[in-house]
């Protein structure tokens, strides 16, 4: 069963190529059938005429022999009819092959006519599955099946493109609302908490709301973060992914040192286009993922590779055991390895934002666990146009 699934499939191209060429066999071996047919009974006609026109006369004294001649005659006759029917057998099977040649040649030009609206849909939709909402196919020509799909698709992905922007709007929207009762409760909560005659009780209440405050304030900041990387990055420019590394560790290394992990960098020069803000938010994200969900005395490596296709950023820890049908969840907003959100950590948004991050740069990331506990995450970032004259003006500064 699996050796079956193996085998590749006919494209359309090819299956409609054969499907004329089966047409042409059966239209033509039908035709040549009519006409070898009709042949045969021609030649036969032809022969019984010429027979009876050539028979000999028939006296009692030469009775045997001219038996005989007119048996050799009619012989020959039939052999010179046989002859040409399987001549004509033999050209007719020519014949037929060119047909069915011609056949899928007209099929395979026919169907690529065909199917090329059908490519520039497939592009389209692929670069719309990238996270660019603002393509469309606008395809031209005569109203038929093809131009209505089209249509339709453009339809859908401009609805879609606009409830995105709405669903960006309102958390962008909802997030810089709340910032400023938030930085209110703080400031009236710092206030009560400085008085010089505060009883006890106010000032352990007051630092804990100011936990919580804080707690807030990271979760707006990560939605805002959120709803920003998830648009598409518009104005890319030259980044190097391996400098962004090690700011982000050394911006980690207090928080590091405090939980005891120990972080080590293996990124030399990795030079990208996208958004600088973007890339180390992404990074940072990443890295502090690693931090927080590890344990006493762990480790983190970090390194940034350059890639066939672009380049990557690759983040592991030690840390416990997740389970590998949960890495998806983990990079759902609000989501962590141990399910919802319960501790003051993290928002549940980190991975979220590293994902959105790299689908905004028309990239991926992915998580796999590692033997004995831990996470890699991988954040693939494809090759954009201008990254080789930026390596060429990097490769000149050096």
């Known amino acids: 069963m699996n050796a079956a ?16 060429a089966a047409l042409f066999l059966v239209a033509g071996g039908a035709l040549l059938g009519v006409t070898y047919g009709l042949m045969r009974q021609v030649i036969y006609t032809q022969q019984t005429d010429i027979a009876a026109l050539g028979q000999p006369s028939v006296t009692a004294s030469d009775d045997a022999p001219t038996a005989r001649k007119m048996e050799a005659y009619q012989q020959s006759l039939s052999d010179i009819g046989q002859r040409t029917l399987t001549s004509m057998t033999r050209g007719l099977a020519i014949v037929l092959f060119g047909l069915v040649v011609a056949g899928f040649g007209v099929g395979w030009v026919v169907a690529r006519q065909s199917l090329r609206p059908v490519q520039q849909i497939i592009r389209t939709a692929r670069r719309v599955a990238g996270g660019d ?33 709405s669903h960006r709007r309102f958390v962008a929207n909802a997030s810089h609302e709340l910032r400023t009762p938030l930085a209110i409760n703080r400031t009236l909560i710092e206030v009560a908490v400085g008085r010089p005659d505060a009883p006890p009780e106010v000032t352990q209440l007051g630092l804990a709301l100011l936990r919580v405050n804080d707690r807030q304030i990271r979760l707006i900041d990560g939605l805002l973060a959120l709803a920003e990387s998830e648009r598409a990055v518009t104005a890319p420019v030259s980044v190097d992914l391996a400098e962004i590394a090690h700011g982000a560790v050394q911006t980690l290394s207090r928080e590091a040192e405090e939980r005891g992990v120990t972080v080590l960098v293996a990124a030399d020069d990795v030079i990208v286009r996208g958004d600088p803000v973007l890339l180390e938010r992404l990074t940072v994200n990443l890295v502090q993922n690693a931090i927080r969900y590890n344990i006493a005395g762990g480790q983190v490596w970090v390194s940034c590779t350059t890639t066939p296709d672009g380049a990557q950023i690759r983040v ?83």
């Open 5 to 20: 699934r193996r085998v590749p499939r006919l494209t359309i191209r090819i299956r409609l190529a054969l499907l004329f």
């Open 316 to 398: 592991a820890n030690t840390g416990p055991i997740v389970d590998a049908d949960r890495l998806d969840e983990l990079f759902e907003p609000f989501r962590r390895g141990t399910g919802r959100v319960g501790t003051p950590d993290g928002n549940g948004l980190g991975l979220s934002i590293v994902r959105a991050v790299a689908a905004a740069h028309g990239g991926s990331a992915f998580a796999r666990t590692r033997d004995g506990g831990g996470l890699l995450v991988v954040a693939s970032l494809p090759r954009r146009e201008g990254q080789l004259a930026d390596w060429v003006q990097f490769a000149q500064r050096s």
């Open 133 to 165: 909402l603002s393509e469309r196919i606008a395809l031209r020509g005569p109203r038929d099946e093809i131009t209505d799909l089209a249509d339709t698709f453009d339809e859908m992905v401009g609805r879609l493109g606009a409830a995105f922007d």
